[in-house]
């Protein structure tokens, strides 16, 4: 019997720990995402890296993008992702080609630019990770799981820098074994930003093919 007991007590500890890191898990992405939406804008220049081990895939690439609100322009690959606030503009200059989409709320389940600061605040499971001193900052990681026990990625560790509450990198893992991590390089906020940044000019792509998706 004192066994059993023990036994119990040392779960109802671990939940109560779980509970307790959850906690302060949620009250750190609720302070990050307060920050984020006090900007009229952002622009954050990264640096992108994909691997996975058992395919032998590692592929490193940099990019930049700028936010206003649901708005983004996405430069990488030497593809440019505009979206305007209604329509998406797929710009692929290899190509010349452009594709057009409207915007579906309900149907877009990515992360996509405008979220990728606040994605975290819905579909979660939450838990404090690990310090880690990089660079002379402390980063402080967040686990982030997904309540939806199908979805292809399996965790989220999200490093968020202690004193200035932004993010400084992300790394994903997926069910496959893909990495993806991304890394903020710079971070800039409440940029003298033209009014035609995220406005799409099709007078600018005379010779592009234009494929209008709907």
Do not use: C, W
């Not at 671990?14 to 006090?38: C, H, R, T």
């Not at 691997?51 to 940099?62: C, F, G, L, P, S």
């Not at 030497?78 to 979206?83: D, I």
């Amino acid at each position: 019997m004192k066994k059993i007991i023990l036994v119990v007590a040392a779960i109802m500890t671990f939940m109560a720990g779980n509970a307790q890191s959850s906690k302060e898990a949620k009250q750190l992405l609720s302070e990050v995402s307060s920050k984020v939406e006090s900007y009229d804008n952002i622009v954050i220049e990264f640096k992108y890296g994909l691997e996975n081990t058992a395919e032998n895939v590692k592929h490193e690439t940099r990019g930049d993008v700028s936010l206003e609100g649901e708005k983004y322009l996405l430069n990488i690959m030497g593809t440019t992702r505009l979206f305007d606030g209604a329509k998406l503009y797929t710009i692929i200059p290899e190509d010349e080609e452009i594709n057009i989409s409207s915007h579906n709320p309900e149907e877009d389940q990515d992360i996509s630019p405008s979220k990728m600061l606040t994605f975290y605040n819905n579909g979660y499971k939450t838990e404090m990770g690990p310090v880690q001193d990089l660079k002379g900052r402390k980063i402080q990681y967040v686990k982030l799981t997904p309540i939806d026990s199908n979805a292809e990625i399996k965790e989220i560790h999200l490093g968020i820098d202690k004193q200035t509450k932004h993010i400084y990198n992300m790394i994903q893992t997926q069910d496959n074994g893909t990495k993806i991590t991304i890394t903020v390089n710079s971070f800039k906020t409440n940029q003298p930003l033209p009014q035609s940044l995220f406005h799409f000019k099709e007078s600018r792509y005379k010779d592009y093919y234009i494929n209008r998706l709907d």
